[in-house]
């Protein structure tokens, strides 16, 4: 539950708006796992909050960690529906990425978890669920920095739940992450792109992977409804853009959008958008129709793209062995598990 609607509840259970704020943050902020430590609120109340509420993380049924120190987790929700998260250690930084959707309905042609074709969204308690499952998995001296939501699903099409659960996030008596720790990745649907850059001061990455319509078009069918002009004019549009940077990702798939034309037409796409861009290298999966790039191939692209003035971050790929890295979630038990 977000504050707000932790304050109706207190409201209609008779009691003082301030039993709100005690409780966001004992469940958020000191991440309790029960009524019984909330010590300032009488046993009395917490009886019967015991009676209507719960406070819990997920059914994690699996746990994987790679030798890069990635760990991906499995969980079950109640219809057994399964999502699984991520948590990636890099230097300083730990990020839990975090699933929106029990699949995907737009089907990227380089992502396993839109193979599987999409059953439902998730609910905010499924979202503040992963975090507290995360949370419980740290060792004493980890916490976690960074929250992304790039997991299995495309996050806008979960719109309020997302945007419910990046509030808590942000909130200090919530997760207490700064707003730009928190990144909200979409393949591009614009007018809740509109509507979340208006809406949100949270980061924003969009997932482009191509320089034509005619590659996106085969790479991503939601192309076909907000093609590249229509998501690029959207960013460039935005007039708070100059406050915050766009993460433009960009998986290079060999032979498909790799190239130095490739290189060059995205930097001209992306002319007067604030931003950086992440080039990711594709993980091959089992059965996938696309072949992981060249590292020369991808170097040179980064250089080109450099050379035009924009900052760009080769995502070095992590827990590849163990299937968590970038598009390769599914959300059910690997059959070839150790
Ligand atoms: S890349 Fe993202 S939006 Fe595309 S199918 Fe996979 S989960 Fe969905």
Redesign the pocket.
């Known amino acids: 539950m977000t504050y707000a609607e932790m304050l109706i509840d207190i409201a209609a259970l008779c009691e003082k708006p301030y039993r709100a704020k005690q409780l966001f943050a004992w469940v958020y902020k000191r991440g309790v796992e029960g009524f019984d430590a909330m010590t300032d609120i009488s046993i009395a109340f917490r009886e019967r909050l015991k009676d209507l509420y719960c406070i819990k993380g997920l059914k994690v049924l699996d746990v994987r960690t790679s030798i890069d120190g990635t760990r991906k987790f499995l969980s079950e929700l109640d219809d057994s529906n399964r999502i699984e998260s991520v948590i990636i250690a890099e230097g300083s930084r730990l990020t839990l990425c975090v699933s929106t959707q029990a699949g995907?309905a737009?089907?990227?042609r380089?992502?396993m978890?839109?193979a599987g074709g999409f059953m439902r969204n998730l609910t905010l308690g499924e979202l503040t669920g992963q975090v507290f499952s995360a949370k419980a998995m740290l060792e004493p001296d980890e916490r976690l920095t960074n929250v992304v939501l790039m997991g299995?699903?495309?996050p806008l099409a979960n719109y309020d739940n997302v945007v419910k659960f990046t509030g808590i996030l942000i909130d200090g008596q919530g997760f207490g992450l700064s707003h730009n720790k928190v990144t909200v990745?979409t393949?591009g649907l614009v007018p809740a792109m509109e509507r979340f850059m208006e809406e949100s001061n949270c980061s924003l990455a969009v997932?482009l992977n191509a320089t034509t319509d005619e590659v996106r078009d085969r790479l991503?069918p939601i192309n076909r409804k907000y093609p590249i002009d229509e998501v690029i004019t959207a960013l460039r549009a935005f007039k708070g853009a100059g406050k915050r940077h766009v993460t433009i990702e960009y998986v290079v798939l060999r032979d498909v959008n790799d190239s130095a034309d490739d290189a060059h037409r995205l930097a001209q796409l992306l002319r007067g958008v604030p931003c950086k861009i992440n080039l990711i290298p594709f993980n091959e999966f089992p059965g996938a129709a696309f072949k992981s790039p060249d590292n020369q191939r991808v170097n040179a692209m980064s250089k080109l793209l450099q050379d035009h003035g924009y900052t760009v971050i080769v995502r070095a790929s992590k827990g590849q062995e163990i299937q968590a890295a970038c598009?390769q979630l599914r959300g059910w038990r690997d059959e070839a598990k150790a």
Do not use: P, V
């Open positions: 995907c737009l089907g990227c380089f992502c978890t839109g299995m699903g495309e990745s393949a997932s991503m598009g």
